[in-house]
């Protein structure tokens, strides 16, 4: 017997509910105690269970809709059952009209007229494959800008970086922190404490990682329902420009997001099958603390995971293959960082080629002759590349250039209803660049016209004093505007910095000859990757060196290191 679904009333407060998702479509079977859609509340997102079994036969809400509650938004009968007449009721109710009683109707009508029916709507507006910080965000932005949304993932939503890379790497990070501060409590008065056996619980360090990671995990789930955007586990494969299969089931779609974000690199090198040689991965996972271990590479991921052990107790040696560690970060940042980690016992080789992994060491070439660094595990840190798995993209026309898919400032593809966001383009591999670059995917989608800018993109480093930098670096601010002027301001004339026992580092900072317009800023210190956000803001803002200078900062904070090093760039030092 056809039953009416009306919208429900959960709460003595509740007067009308949002359709956020149906999580079935008409034509579909349902059974009892399925979820059948979604609706938001004043308070929260609740998913609707089907009271018997049937067949979807009418829906009268899309997705995002909001009705009065006990209003009709369903119709669930029996497949071949006449509903006409509760169809005409339920709209009546709803102020709204149908041009013909059921599809079967239009189809018959155009059958008989020799006219062929309308083409088939696509499943979706919009199939992003990847659920990682630039696919989870541009779904949600697609589907609050009225796109009916999908997001394949064939993992854990929030990729690599919350997973497995930004936040398990942080969190691991402020727990060597607070070993530290620990350690040095008693120069902030801090006596009694026996320090014989401080150490890490690793136990306890990964259960607190695991926590963390879990619940921003569930936000994202959270933030699909609310927004609307319908999840589908498994693999995307893209079959054409406009059809993804997932697990054998084939979804249609205008538009489709690559999102499938990168993998991890690794050096063609001969290794011994008796040396451990763990990827971050298995990194953050470590049980026990190692009595030492060799990285081999000295970047962003590298030179982190090199201050995590130092500061937990592990022997750390570091293998780069470039003249210095850090090569994206200026060069008189990267001098300080090296000698911070020296002072904390790492040994640092640059200029040295891996050649070979034995059981008991990295062997590599130095100035000419072969040396070794004896190690019980190795980390890989050499890198990222991006993903392209289930992307057959000479097939689809999907132009590349060394491993990377190319795509414009608007991030669309060679192939015009696809684009490809976060990693998988190669352009900036960080997490916040990911994210802008899905807004701006789906503003493009969506007919606002946007286009992604790189060089005032922040990045970041979190050892302790953090490195945080945005723009060029003195070298390349050289190369494209000769005369360019410098502003500088140690840490150690910051009252902050000295009220918070770490006075090491520096803010330098770089404008061009002609407007003193920023063009580069550099934080080695305590908040460096806090601070970093207002030169983001100022560079976006084309500030020059006077206008930050004579903004006024709080004192006492670390923040006044901008005004700082900004008046000592307009030839006005005041502290220095």
Same mark, same amino acid.
Do not use: W
């Given at each position: 017997m056809a039953e009416v679904i009306i919208m429900p009333k959960l709460g003595f407060n509740m007067d009308e509910g949002k359709l956020v998702q149906w999580y079935k479509k008409e034509g579909d079977h349902i059974g009892k105690g399925e979820a059948l859609f979604s609706i938001e509340t004043d308070k929260t997102s609740i998913d609707i269970e089907a009271t018997g079994d049937g067949v979807v036969r009418k829906l009268f809400l899309k997705e995002g809709e909001a009705v009065p509650v006990t209003l009709p938004i369903a119709i669930i009968a029996g497949a071949g059952?006449?509903?006409?007449?509760?169809?005409?009721?339920?709209?009546?109710?709803?102020?709204?009209?149908?041009?013909?009683?059921?599809?079967?109707?239009?189809?018959?009508s155009a059958q008989a007229s020799g006219a062929a029916p309308a083409a088939a709507a696509k499943d979706f507006d919009i199939i992003v494959i990847g659920g990682g910080p630039g696919g989870y965000v541009a779904a949600i932005k697609a589907a609050q800008l009225g796109k009916r949304t999908a997001v394949v993932e064939k993992d854990q939503y929030g990729g690599v970086c919350m997973n497995r890379g930004c936040i398990p790497t942080k969190t691991l990070l402020r727990s060597a922190e607070s070993l530290k501060e620990i350690k040095e409590s008693d120069q902030f008065g801090v006596v009694g404490l026996d320090l014989t056996n401080l150490q890490l619980d690793m136990t306890k360090v990964q259960k607190r990682k695991a926590g963390i990671v879990g619940q921003l995990v569930g936000g994202i789930n959270g933030l699909f329902r609310k927004n609307g955007v319908t999840p589908i586990s498994g693999e995307g494969i893209i079959k054409d420009k406009n059809t993804v299969s997932v697990g054998g089931k084939e979804y249609t779609a205008d538009f489709i997001i690559i999102a499938t974000g990168s993998g991890i690199k690794s050096l063609p090198v001969p290794i011994d099958s008796g040396m451990e040689v763990l990827t971050s991965n298995e990194a953050l996972d470590l049980a026990e603390i190692p009595a030492d271990i060799t990285i081999?590479? #000295?970047? %962003?991921? !590298?030179?982190?995971?090199?201050?995590?052990? $130092?500061s937990i107790g592990t022997k750390v040696t570091v293998v780069e293959f470039l003249d210095r560690i850090l090569p994206m970060v200026d060069e008189e940042i990267t001098k300080q960082v090296t000698s911070m980690l020296e002072q904390m016992g790492v040994k640092v080789y640059t200029s040295a080629r891996v050649t070979e992994i034995s059981k008991a060491a990295v062997l590599f070439e130095k100035d000419g002759s072969v040396e070794q660094a004896a190690a019980s595990k190795v980390l890989m840190a050499v890198g990222r590349g991006p993903d392209l798995g289930g992307i057959d993209c000479e097939a689809l026309g999907i132009r590349t250039e060394?491993?990377?898919?190319?795509?414009?400032?608007?991030?669309?593809?060679?192939?015009?209803?696809?684009?490809?966001? #976060?990693? %998988?383009? !190669?352009?900036?591999?960080?997490?916040?660049? $990911?994210?802008?670059?899905?807004?701006?995917?789906?503003?493009?989608?969506?007919?606002h016209h946007k286009e992604m800018v790189y060089d005032r993109?922040?990045?970041?480093?979190?050892?302790?004093?953090?490195?945080?930098?945005?723009?060029?670096?003195?070298?390349?601010a050289r190369e494209k505007y000769g005369d360019v002027k410098i502003g500088r301001f140690p840490l150690v004339g910051n009252g902050k910095a000295k009220v918070a026992g770490d006075d090491r580092g520096m803010i330098k900072v770089i404008t061009e000859p002609k407007y003193q317009e920023i063009v580069g800023v550099h934080i080695f210190g305590?908040?460096?990757?806090?601070?970093?956000?207002?030169?983001?803001?100022?560079?976006?803002?084309?500030?020059?060196?006077?206008? %930050?200078?004579?903004?006024?900062?709080?004192?006492?904070t670390i923040s006044e290191i901008y005004h700082e090093a900004f008046h000592a760039a307009i030839d006005k030092a005041i502290h220095i």
């Open positions: 059952e006449d509903i006409d007449a509760l169809v005409k009721e339920a709209l009546e109710k709803l102020g709204k009209e149908e041009s013909t009683s059921s599809s079967a109707q239009t189809v018959a081999i590479g #000295g970047g %962003v991921i !590298g030179v982190e995971f090199a201050y995590f052990f $130092a060394r491993g990377a898919i190319v795509t414009d400032s608007n991030m669309r593809t060679s192939v015009e209803n696809i684009y490809a966001v #976060g990693d %998988v383009n !190669g352009k900036a591999m960080l997490a916040h660049t $990911a994210s802008a670059e899905g807004i701006i995917a789906a503003e493009n989608i969506c007919g993109i922040p990045s970041a480093i979190y050892i302790q004093p953090e490195v945080a930098c945005v723009g060029l670096t003195e070298v390349q305590i908040h460096a990757t806090d601070l970093i956000a207002e030169a983001a803001v100022a560079m976006n803002l084309e500030a020059t060196a006077e206008e %930050v200078a004579m903004s006024i900062h709080p004192h006492p």
